[in-house]
Nanobody, 121 residues
């Protein structure tokens, strides 16, 4: 089994910063694309940013220039540096990853439990 655990959420004032982390553990042969998604009450989960194993990132327009994704493939970890936060960034942030548990099997998609980010105005 594979587990994704997020950390680093919290309450911050508008204009502030937070750093989210996602640690993958378990039976992992290789991690491919990873990403952060956000969900707010009454809305569907939406893409914030994804990153390939080679480090190429794809940001939602609403976060470009403010959020920076990175990953450490050796540690099976991913990070999200959140700067210049706005109240509309509020939500539960979920870690997502495509993981092979064996190099001879296909990759499966996994989700973390989420971490709450609240930005006050």
């Amino acid at each position: 089994q594979v587990q994704l655990v997020e950390s680093g959420g919290g309450l911050v004032q508008a204009g502030g910063s937070l750093r989210l982390s996602c640690a993958a553990s378990g039976n992992i042969a290789r991690i491919y694309d990873m990403g952060w998604y956000r969900q707010t009450p009454g809305k569907q989960r939406e893409l914030v940013v994804t990153i390939t194993s080679g480090g190429s990132a794809n940001y939602a327009d609403s976060v470009k220039g403010r959020l920076i994704i990175s990953r450490d493939n050796a540690k099976n970890e991913m990070y999200l540096q959140m700067n210049s936060l706005k109240p509309e960034d509020t939500g539960v942030y979920y870690c997502n990853a495509d993981v092979k548990r064996s190099l001879w099997q296909r990759a499966y998609n996994y989700w973390g439990q989420g971490t709450q980010v609240t930005v006050s105005s």
